[in-house]
């Protein structure tokens, strides 16, 4: 929360611009969702009920949010097709590989780390800087364009619920401590996408 650029929105919202360089990479993040929690349910095995039981039903819940991003690309001007054939910038690319990495090699467990962290972020930045975005940026058209971001922080107090119960029924220590410091390793990388941003934003700021 004290990076620079999210300071900002929360203050002031953003520029067209940076908007659309934060949902492109939200998509590229968001479009991996379902593959990374479909990877966790494949390493559960049968003493991993509850998680397996959760994970199907995170599944079902995350199934086409990245198309949302995908239109509110659009409605904004960007080129939905360049975004989805192109590539995350490094941090992104990053926290995803990390990702797959963490549950293949360390535990499925760690998964919830990144849980923690997006869905809990989604819902603090989409309290506090979602309505400034908007009056910034709308166009008079309702919430086109803001699909992915306004109905996040509604969908994800729901979700961080639903984590906090799950959480809660996982009593191993070891597990415990593997979505802690899982949590802790996300903070930073998804803190670095906004820090790439921030260098992005400024970087457009110029050739304008």
């Not at 929360?1 to 360089?21: C, K, P």
């Not at 998680?51 to 995350?62: F, G, H, K, T, V």
């Amino acid at each position: 929360m004290s990076i620079n650029i999210i300071q900002d929105a929360i203050e002031n919202g953003v520029e067209q611009a940076a908007y659309l360089a934060f949902l492109t990479q939200a998509y590229h993040h968001v479009k991996l969702t379902c593959p990374l929690l479909g990877l966790a349910l494949s390493r559960c095995t049968s003493v991993d009920k509850i998680y397996r039981n959760a994970l199907i039903e995170y599944i079902d819940e995350e199934k086409g949010h990245e198309e949302w991003i995908l239109n509110d690309i659009e409605y904004f001007g960007g080129d939905r097709k360049t975004v989805e054939q192109g590539k995350a910038a490094i941090p992104t690319q990053v926290m995803c590989g990390y990702a797959h990495y963490a549950i293949e090699h360390l535990s499925p467990y760690a998964l919830l780390g990144m849980v923690h962290v997006l869905e809990g972020m989604s819902v603090a930045l989409a309290t506090t800087a979602a309505g400034k975005i908007y009056s910034r940026l709308n166009k008079g058209d309702g919430q086109k364009g803001f699909s992915y971001l306004l109905s996040h922080g509604s969908l994800d107090v729901e979700h961080t619920n639903f984590f906090a119960q799950l959480v809660n029924q996982i009593e191993e220590e070891e597990k415990q401590n593997i979505i802690i410091q899982s949590a802790k390793i996300f903070y930073r990388l998804y803190g670095d996408i906004f820090r790439e941003l921030e260098i992005q934003v400024k970087e457009l700021s110029r050739a304008a």
